[in-house]
């Protein structure tokens, strides 16, 4: 068992840290106050991202990705997470399930969108249909040759700022043909209703939309109909990884802050971290960021071997729970320690604290992964999260 990272992962985590510290970081207190980038800051940034090699990083090199192993990706989501008012989504990659089209799709979507022009978003949710997508209302009818794509959908994620969306509609009407369908965001017919406020003040917005009779060619499907669940799942695998990376990177950033300033903050005549009220604080977020690193490093490293798919699923439900529950914890105590200056928000531990708790809900919420955490152990038993393999 080889526990050592590698030259190049070294130098790749460095870079990604460069990255994130000089192109991400100066731009958090702006994007919080404008409750969104600026697009002049946008420009500089994107610039920053082709200039560091980070475009496409999720994605193989034939896709116009860069090639990077999960390991590699999972040490770059970590320096991103660090960022603030999810600035990582700056540094772009098309939508996974893209990789899954036909020549032609790939050839106009993924790898124009890997190259920076254009981007993705994905459309699942809607008012009637969150944690069960099975309740999904929006329909595709077939009529002389062409899908007619009608229904509502909520919270799409960076909606603004995209020029397709991956649309997860039933055929017919029909549950058990969940497809999903590449739609331009400008086609006649697809409207924003509303671009709701939420508790943090992310890079891009999440819209509420309508799709009213949208037209689409039988090429705009993706995969096949009736493999919507299945590329969605897929997707989530890779997902909960990310985000299981982005919860373990903003944890160590609050802790440093937080150490350092316990270092620092002089009260009755001493230094706060020497009040064991404070230092066990300190200790209970360095173990739990230990845990939760272990379980992700171990979770990327045995995706690269070529662990079971289905494995590697029911664990990134696991690590999804912990990573995102234990950031919470963590992020919430280092604003504790900072006291009254843990609740600025020109202080990142603030930011932090209301970025993360978003965590616990979407990919899934909490109460989701236990269920399929539950289901896990009872269809392939306790071992794939008590064992060792
Ligand atoms: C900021 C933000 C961005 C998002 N971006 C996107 C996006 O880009 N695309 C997209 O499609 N969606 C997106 N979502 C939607 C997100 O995935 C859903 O909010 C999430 O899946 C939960 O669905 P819901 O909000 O409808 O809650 P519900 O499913 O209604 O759940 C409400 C509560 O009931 C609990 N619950 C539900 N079922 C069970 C059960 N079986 N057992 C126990 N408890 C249960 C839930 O855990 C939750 O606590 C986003 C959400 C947010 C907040």
Redesign the pocket.
Known sequence: MDLELSKEERELQSRAREFAEKHLFPYEIECDENEGIPKKSLAKIRRAVIEYGLNGFTHAKEDGGQGFTHFQQILIHEELGKATNGLWTLVWSASLPLRHGTPEQRATYLLPINAGKGRA?????EPGA???PRMVRTSAVKRKGKYILSGE?W???SANASTIILVHAHVDGDPDKPTLFIVDRDAPGVTKQRAPR?MHNYAFE?WEMVFDKVELDESRILGKIGQGYELTKDWFTDTRLELGAHCVGAAIRATKIANDYAAGRIQFGRPIRDFQAIEFMLADMAVEIMAAKSMLYRIGAQLDQGQDRKIVHARASALKLYCSEMAGRVIDKAVQILGGRGYMRENPVERLYRDIR?ER????????QR?VIGGQIKKRGLGVYTGWD
């Open positions: 978003c994905y459309a699942i949710t969150g944690s069960d959908k919270f799409v994620t939420f999440h978003v809900i979407w990919e899934g919420t909490s109460e989701i269920a």
